[in-house]
């Protein structure tokens, strides 16, 4: 066997993964073979180590989702560049039907079908077709289809993101940190923080940025860069060095005295807007702001030159007249003002959760039982979790349709009565994650949807119609009496697809009026809604849940992100109901469901 010459990245290896998964799922393979596949691609890419390290050590298994099955292929990859398995699939399936389902709202059903019945086989082709109207004769194909896929193509072209989502950036800056806190001796780092994007939470992220304060440099610079995750160091130097890590991102550390720390941590964390503004008020005041420390400019009381140094950010804020502003709010949005006024919100924490309103289990796509969730759920200490597994029309996840509803409204039950019993003060939540389907109508009859305690309303398919018919469709679902909750309104996947094109102040005003709460998905790869939009949510009067919509046991652990977009977006306990205690919550759903299972 041919040995490969090419060190291959996490982000190639990842690649080749989800390239068997896109393959599989054009073939119509079992969706949890194809879900393994792009599970263990997720892993891959998003781990901080380089994986050609990992896999010396024997240790791909170790990897989430990285079994041995895979790892076998993985291994094969890095030996000889290339895996057997998918070389054969690639007999079976040209790369060009692949590429074409990176065409927005270009499903693997409509790619198959365009390859077989047209031999299309490349967006190239696929785009000349479409422009010579050749797809129209096609059943389930038509004018406003070709026209669709045409501004679907042009998005995919014209699309050129070359930030990091937070959910990869962030991890990735703190399994630095944990390195070199593991690796230095005693005493030779006394802080070592991010800062930055990351800091502040924003949902993409350029470059990676860690502060810190040594007793020695030399010491702290050398083992930045024979951290495992570093594959080359672009530039040293005292005080700032800068490295590229095996998923591609590049971090900056610098170096500075403890006197420094707080005026550099503020000034580090920016952002640039907030930054500006806050060296206006010290300018103001008589003094020069820069990222060492406040310098006395002549004009005020202090001598020209004068220095005040600050070892906390708090101390350099209450020094200009100010509260110590959060690093989510640090965007330039009146912080500023409010901040001098003494008037910040108390802003939501992690703690003030309760519960969680949408996740799911094996019944549809999820990776453990309702009961390994719930178990989990106890673990983060919330009173409840509602189960709100995949409806009828979103085939590949296997929807459930009310015959199945009911056959888990039993194992709900059954388990709600162990819990009481025990003396678990938990309770399990019937719901369903309903999907509202191209032509506007639901996965779920209004019967069997009054039958559940939460219910909620996403939109996974046809997602690049036009502004007007997506805007239609959202609004039938959120005027629905039963719909309960939107969830991850505009569909976007962070790098990877855009948002539709939701009117959505239009649809947050809706929401206020029925009373439907707007969900904050807080799986890193959604964030949906951003910070932005929940803020204009809170001020027209939506109520507001933050979800994971976890579908395994790790996925729980992500509510951080959501709660910390709701921090960007100025929000405090009482703008989200899943602070709330069960049956206060349940009441300010549609209808008040407080009753009893």
Known sequence: MPQSTTRLTNIEVAEQLRLIGDILLIKGENRFRVLAFKNAAESIENEGQDINGIYAAGALTKIPNVGKGIAVDVGQLLDTGQIDFLEELKKEVPLGVVDMMRVPDMGPKKATRLWHELDITSIEALKAAAQAQQLRPLKGFGAKSEEKILKGIALLEQRQDERTPLGVARPAVLDLIAGLRSSLPDGVAVKIEPAGSVRRWKETIGDLDILAVSEDTEALRSAFQALPQVVDVVAAGATKNRVRLANGLECDLRVVEEKHWGTALQYFTGSKEHNVALRAIAQKQGWSLNEYALTASGRGDEPEGEERFFQTEAALYEFLGMEWVPPELREDRDEIRAAGAGTLPDLLTLDDIQGELHGHSTWSDGTVSI???????????????????????????????????????????????????????????????????????????DDVLADLDVVVASIHSSLRQERDI??????????????????????????????????????????????????????????????????????????????????????????????????????????????????EMLGMLKGGKTEEL
């Open 470 to 583: 997506i805007t239609e469709r959202c609004l039938t679902a959120v005027r629905n009496p039963h719909v309960d909750i939107l969830g991850h309104p505009t569909g976007r996947l962070l790098g990877r697809r855009p948002p539709s094109d939701l009117d959505v102040e239009r649809v947050l005003q809706a929401c206020t009026e029925t009373g439907t709460v707007v969900e904050i998905n807080a799986h890193p790869s959604r964030l949906d809604l951003n910070d932005v939009y929940t803020r204009r949510a809170v001020e027209l009067g939506c109520k507001i849940a933050i979800n994971t919509d976890a579908h395994s046991l790790e996925d729980m652990d992500l509510m951080t992100y959501g709660v910390h977009i709701a921090r960007r977006a100025w929000l405090t306990p009482i703008d989200v109901i899943n602070t709330r205690p069960v049956d």
């Open 371 to 445: 009961e390994e969730m719930a178990e989990n759920a106890i673990r983060l200490g919330y009173t409840y979790w509602s189960v709100c597994d995949h409806s009828m029309g979103l085939g590949i996840v296997g929807g459930l349709d009310a015959e199945r509803l009911s056959q888990q409204a039993a194992e709900i039950r059954r388990l709600n009565e162990r819990w009481q019993e025990d003396g678990f003060n938990f309770r399990l939540l019937r719901g369903t994650e309903l999907e509202v389907l191209a032509d506007g109508t639901l996965g779920l009859a």
